[in-house]
């Protein structure tokens, strides 16, 4: 759970160029499963086959990677949201004359809903701000989003929930909580918080991978310091550079400044990470592009292992299984060039 | 149970004196039968299975009598079963039912119910109608994909389906309450978000 009175704000950190940039290189990404299609009832179209120059599949390609990226938007990650009531007026002399609450919404159509003005008038004559539960609500009476229902629908409570995530479907109950909630809502906050646990605990991370989900997941995991399933994850499917990625993030998670978009990356920002004190040549690389090499990328994590992990002896194997694996196949490539130079 | 074949071999689609299988003996664990392609058309021959295997499946006469609805747990188990297989086979329990009207073109609108007074009343009773054991509920999620559209998600038309106006309804209800429960996983639009929106003001 991202609340509590001292508890940091997460949404200092989110929008940072940087996290975002960890987050969408996390994500599997592959376009079959971003772009599959939803099932929405509409009409089915066929094919189209399009001939085309160099320069148009040049231009495709880079429309394709646009729509990609549109595709894996992060769901914003922000604290729960406070109380937003307040009293207008009070006219005593209004009291009984009606018996029901009187609401009052601006319709405007280029207002931002969470902005538009929303007073209710209660049956005692005081004039206030609705909170926000009937923001929600009327919001949705008279600028209805589509796939949203007034009130939360059942499948968010308890235990029917619990019976959803137990079926293993993430994906579908994710979606639906971010076109029914606004991110800063407690239940919001609750429905994913208790997906992510479930797929953390079930280890099902590929059930999110190449969906938008993966990169909150990945935030939620690193903002609560419990990386270490994750992380072996990555390791068996010898995917170094994600599990880089992943520690880079933590790291960035657990510095005391929130991240800016001014600051350049530099060493400073390793040694800030209260009681995890990394090389500082790590630091300064880490920063860098994919193609660090292996060893580098080694030096990280298991710098991360001994200093930081709560699942030591797990990762420290999966590690050593890794590296042999490696070693194996380095040397039955070397073998096998050996014996085609022989030919 | 001479007699009861016999009908069987005789009257085809359009018979109502259809011989159903014992729901009972469904639930106990018969060996998996291929399917015959007509769907309903079930001979004991087909159903005798192997000499030495489980006991077979029963045929009973039809039940006419729907006053007694069927709980909701014995639809679920049902189909699951040996006897449902053998009835329907991997397809949908609406594929084999075909209408009876004058024309080539049927009419808009299926018949309003086929039960009445709590009995089957009609010639030809829709698909929903027909098995009793086949109950529309937000829970019995394996009835419910059946009439669901694999490509596009939509819930499929009585011109497809073939179900009574009151059946079609019950099933409508029920797919809205497996959305709300969440029994059955459908897509949802793509939300975009402005994030300029939610970034904390600038400290």
Known sequence: MFAGVASR??????FSSRVQELLFQLNDRQHDLVFKPRKLGQKLEAPQYVFMTDEDLDKERRRIEQRLREKLQVPPVLGPRKPIERVLAKDPRLEGLHDSKLVCIDISPDLSDRKRMITVREPDGTLRTANWNERGRINQIFLPVDGRTVTMPKMFEEPHLTECLDREEYVSVLDRACVQFEPDDPDYIRVTSATYDHVDAARLYERLQSTRHFGALAFYLAWHRR???LLLYFIQLEKLNQAVKLIHLYRLLRSAEPVSDQTPPTRQESSQSDGYSSSSDSGSESESSDSDSEGVQLDIIRDYIENASVKRPVLELALQNFQHLSAERRRVEREQRRADGRQ | MQSVLRLAGTMLCRSTARPCLSAGAALCQSAARPSPSAGLRTSAVAL???VGAEPPLELRPLNKDRSNPVPVETSIAYLQSAAYRATYGSEPVWRSYRRNHKGHIPPRKT?????????????????ACRDEYLVLDYRNVALLRQFVSESTGEILDTSRTGLCQVKHRELLAAMTKAREYGTLAFDVPFRVYDYNEYKPSAA
Request: proline letters at 14%; aromatic letters at 6%.
């Open chain 1, 9 to 14: 704000d997460p949404s200092l950190y989110f």
């Open chain 1, 227 to 229: 990386i270490d399933n």
């Open chain 2, 48 to 50: 005798a299975g192997p």
């Open chain 2, 111 to 127: 018949r309003r119910t086929c039960i009445r007074g709590g009995q089957l009343s009609t010639g030809n009773p829709c698909p």
